[in-house]
């Protein structure tokens, strides 16, 4: 699901690859680097923040519930832009039968529940059900992936040394974390006012209960860290009809999969340390070369199938003796993937390998994995079902700017002179002729699932934000509008389309969808697919107002005020009572915006150079995109025959010509 995809799909790898070669060319022997010291406290956090992690979580403002019939407005509005006059006009009098009765009661009754709950928001334990419920694959369906940058200094992506440093990174994060060190995650609207030592001082000073309330004055929004929690030593466990959580955050030990094979070792001392960086080095070095063969029959396989089939097949192993070795899997901090595949900074292979890879190494069940290719570019897959984007993001920012700026290891480094043999254990699996069966059906559905999706890449120097600064267009707006303008020049309608917009700025806040599918965009559509299309000046005046109305929309959700979450909410208030469900929920057109044609999302950061995730559904596009300053990018993921990216990339490059011509003129 796209929502909490949280991706980033940016997508200059040409230009990436080229200036990594040109890096390394003139890159200075690692001796140059300046080494960081191991020893003492400095080593054992990532940063020491004055102003406790949590600090601002009790008193973030709470998800505010939406009026019933602004929401009612905002649904029609968004479904008469994908319905014909005659599924509208159907629409527009369910709803207004829903506005009479059962919508007022169900939307007390939400409420009520709502103020019994204050310590949460109305949406978070309905949406992490949603996800843990769900008994499809979360391979493909849910985990994306997001790729770090590629290392441009001499030896440094050398697969072992560059592991070993997001390794050490990673832990200090974690320690950090842990200890209530690590800055609170706070937007900041105005940074030259608010992302100073004066707000530091002012917020840390001010009580928990009111924290919240000092940084609204100065234009800083904090976000919630809920879901933190669950980043590191945490697994989603299959159960049959609904998944769990699991975490402990008193394991020490870290998870490796290389050639089918899963070891673990300690990263932390008895006493919560963080073993030497030299220390780590040495196990990670001997997993690295460890030469015992391939193994094509590994259990990871089971944690692409459906969740009913894989609950059932893990209760097999523990009746089979395994409960030691699925529980150091489970409590593990995360996961790191050495994967024999070279990418050669292909996108379409980087796709495949960061996407699913090779199932036999790979355990998707984990918070979040990093996979290593043989020729040293890194990426993050993560599990959905714990949180979205803000945990990720700031520990995959933290560590890239860690690793860059401080790295513990270098090309010349050597392991610590101990026997890693006697501290790494690689995990042996009890299985039965039975579980020996499933894992080769398994992989077969594995197989045929994976190779039918396809992937299709557009890079395009006609737009940038720059260009869109100038000429006073929202960015996004502008990638959504050749979105709706593409689909349309291909298939000659509009359809559902879904973005996510965080609601991290309240508490346990997940997220709320845009809908980019409006009546401007779907009006712009039509104008240019006609053979004498309206001037230039129209279709600009046209860009402007697709604009503006995404951004308002953009507003909308990132304040919790959004129709979709509400529109869940009260459905599950009324499925909670048994019964039929209002007319509203069994509309086809209810279930036609909710079959999500066009998956979009992006991520800006500069520390991600790529990205994707799957469609949503069989017949739909899964979109992540990414605009910078002179360039724009997107990955398309479809399922041919039931879909044609590689018309809909073709459409967009059409449809951005004519944005930027209209604007330009």
């Given at each position: 699901?796209?929502?909490?995809?949280?991706?980033?799909?940016?997508?200059?790898?040409?230009?990436?690859?080229?200036?990594?070669?040109?890096?390394?060319?003139?890159?200075?022997?690692?001796?140059?680097?300046?080494?960081?010291?191991?020893?003492?406290?400095?080593?054992?956090?990532?940063?020491?923040?004055?102003?406790?992690?949590?600090?601002?979580?009790?008193?973030?403002?709470?998800?505010?519930?939406?009026?019933?019939?602004?929401?009612?407005?905002?649904?029609?509005?968004?479904?008469?832009?994908?319905?014909?006059?005659?599924?509208?006009?159907?629409?527009?009098?369910?709803?207004?039968?829903?506005?009479?009765?059962?919508?007022?009661?169900?939307?007390?009754?939400?409420?009520?529940?709502?103020?019994?709950?204050?310590?949460?928001?109305?949406?978070?334990?309905?949406?992490?059900?949603?996800?843990?419920?769900?008994?499809?694959?979360?391979?493909?369906?849910?985990?994306?992936?997001?790729?770090?940058?590629?290392?441009?200094?001499?030896?440094?992506?050398?697969?072992?040394?560059?592991?070993?440093?997001?390794?050490?990174?990673?832990?200090?994060?974690?320690?950090?974390?842990?200890?209530?060190?690590?800055?609170?995650?706070?937007?900041?609207?105005?940074?030259?006012?608010s992302d100073t030592d004066l707000f530091r001082r002012l917020t840390r000073w001010t009580p928990a209960a009111l924290a919240s309330y000092t940084a609204y004055a100065f234009k800083a929004f904090p976000l919630d860290m809920s879901q933190f929690v669950n980043l590191f030593n945490s697994t989603r466990i299959p159960e049959v009809g609904r998944d769990r959580l699991k975490s402990d955050d008193k394991a020490r030990h870290m998870m490796v999969m290389k050639n089918g094979h899963i070891y673990v070792f300690d990263v932390f001392d008895k006493d919560g340390n963080i073993l030497p960086p030299d220390h780590i080095h040495a196990c990670m070095s001997y997993i690295y070369h460890d030469s015992t063969p391939s193994n094509k029959n590994s259990i990871s396989i089971f944690t692409t199938e459906n969740r009913d089939t894989w609950a059932s097949l893990r209760a097999e192993l523990l009746a089979a003796g395994n409960e030691a070795a699925l529980d150091a899997i489970d409590t593990a901090a995360f996961n790191i993937?050495?994967?024999?595949?070279?990418?050669?900074?292909?996108?379409?292979?980087?796709?495949?390998?960061?996407?699913?890879?090779?199932?036999?190494?790979?355990?998707?069940?984990?918070?979040?994995?990093?996979?290593?290719?043989?020729?040293?570019?890194?990426?993050?897959?993560?599990?959905?079902?714990?949180?979205?984007?803000?945990?990720?993001?700031?520990?995959?920012?933290?560590?890239?700017?860690?690793?860059?700026?401080?790295?513990?290891?270098?090309?010349?480094?050597?392991?610590?002179?101990?026997?890693?043999?006697?501290?790494?254990?690689?995990?042996?699996?009890?299985?039965?002729?039975?579980?020996?069966?499933?894992?080769?059906?398994?992989?077969?559905?594995?197989?045929?699932?994976?190779?039918?999706?396809?992937?299709?890449?557009?890079?395009?120097?006609?737009?940038?934000?720059?260009?869109?600064?100038?000429?006073?267009?929202?960015?996004?707006?502008?990638?959504?509008?050749?979105?709706?303008?593409?689909?349309?020049?291909?298939?000659?309608?509009?359809?559902?389309?879904?973005?996510?917009?965080?609601?991290?700025?309240?508490?346990?806040?997940?997220?709320?969808?845009?809908?980019?599918?409006?009546?401007?965009?779907?009006?712009?559509?039509?104008?240019?697919?006609?053979?004498?299309?309206?001037?230039?000046?129209?279709?600009?005046?046209?860009?402007?107002?697709?604009?503006?109305?995404?951004?308002?929309?953009?507003?909308?959700?990132?304040?919790?005020?959004?129709?979709?979450?509400?529109?869940?909410?009260?459905?599950?208030?009324?499925?909670?009572?048994?019964?039929?469900?209002?007319?509203?929920?069994?509309?086809?057109?209810?279930?036609?915006?909710?079959?999500?044609?066009?998956?979009?999302?992006?991520?800006?950061?500069?520390?991600?150079?790529?990205?994707?995730?799957?469609?949503?559904?069989?017949?739909?596009?899964?979109?992540?995109?990414?605009?910078?300053?002179?360039?724009?990018?997107?990955?398309?993921?479809?399922?041919?025959?039931?879909?044609?990216?590689?018309?809909?990339?073709?459409?967009?490059?059409?449809?951005?010509?004519?944005?930027?011509?209209?604007?330009?003129?």
């Open positions: 699901m796209i929502t909490s995809h949280c991706k980033n799909i940016g997508l200059h790898i040409k230009q990436v690859a080229g200036s990594v070669r040109a890096s390394v060319a003139c890159q200075l022997h690692s001796s140059v680097i300046e080494r960081s010291s191991a020893s003492g406290d400095e080593f054992q956090y990532i940063q020491k923040s004055k102003t406790p992690t949590m600090h601002f979580q009790k008193s973030l403002l709470r998800l505010p519930i939406p009026d019933l019939d602004k929401t009612c407005t905002r649904y029609l509005r968004s479904q008469k832009a994908i319905l014909s006059p005659e599924e509208y006009k159907h629409t527009e009098e369910v709803v207004a039968r829903f506005k009479g009765s059962p919508g007022p009661d169900l939307q007390a009754k939400l409420k009520l529940k709502d103020k019994n709950n204050k310590h949460t928001s109305y949406i978070s334990a309905p949406w992490f059900d949603m996800y843990l419920r769900d008994r499809v694959p979360v391979v493909l369906n849910y985990n994306p992936f997001m790729a770090f940058v590629p290392e441009t200094r001499l030896g440094y992506s050398d697969p072992l040394v560059r592991s070993t440093n997001i390794l050490v990174a990673s832990v200090r994060f974690m320690k950090t974390l842990r200890e209530s060190l690590l800055e609170p995650v706070v937007y900041h609207l105005n940074p030259a006012k993937v050495f994967d024999s595949a070279e990418v050669d900074m292909d996108p379409e292979k980087m796709y495949h390998t960061f996407l699913h890879g090779d199932a036999n190494n790979r355990w998707f069940d984990k918070s979040f994995s990093l996979i290593f290719t043989a020729d040293g570019q890194t990426a993050l897959n993560f599990e959905h079902a714990w949180g979205d984007g803000v945990a990720v993001m700031s520990y995959f920012n933290e560590v890239s700017k860690s690793v860059k700026e401080q790295p513990y290891i270098h090309p010349d480094s050597r392991p610590a002179n101990i026997d890693a043999s006697q501290l790494v254990r690689r995990l042996e699996f009890k299985l039965t002729p039975s579980l020996e069966a499933a894992i080769q059906r398994s992989q077969h559905h594995y197989q045929t699932n994976t190779s039918a999706l396809h992937v299709d890449v557009l890079e395009s120097k006609v737009l940038g934000k720059d260009l869109c600064k100038q000429y006073k267009v929202s960015p996004d707006a502008i990638m959504q509008l050749g979105f709706q303008t593409a689909y349309y020049l291909q298939n000659g309608k509009s359809v559902a389309t879904y973005e996510s917009c965080s609601t991290a700025a309240f508490k346990h806040g997940r997220t709320e969808t845009i809908r980019p599918a409006t009546l401007e965009t779907t009006q712009f559509a039509q104008a240019v697919a006609k053979s004498q299309p309206p001037s230039k000046a129209e279709l600009k005046e046209m860009i402007n107002e697709c604009s503006k109305v995404h951004g308002n929309l953009t507003k909308e959700a990132a304040m919790g005020q959004g129709f979709d979450r509400h529109l869940f909410g009260l459905r599950k208030i009324a499925e909670g009572e048994g019964g039929p469900l209002p007319d509203l929920y069994t509309d086809p057109s209810y279930t036609k915006i909710n079959h999500i044609i066009i998956s979009t999302s992006t991520l800006p950061s500069t520390a991600i150079s790529f990205g994707g995730f799957g469609p949503v559904v069989r017949d739909g596009f899964g979109v992540g995109y990414q605009i910078q300053n002179d360039w724009l990018g997107l990955v398309v993921s479809s399922y041919p025959p039931h879909r044609d990216g590689a018309g809909f990339v073709e459409c967009a490059e059409k449809a951005y010509e004519i944005i930027h011509s209209a604007l330009s003129s």
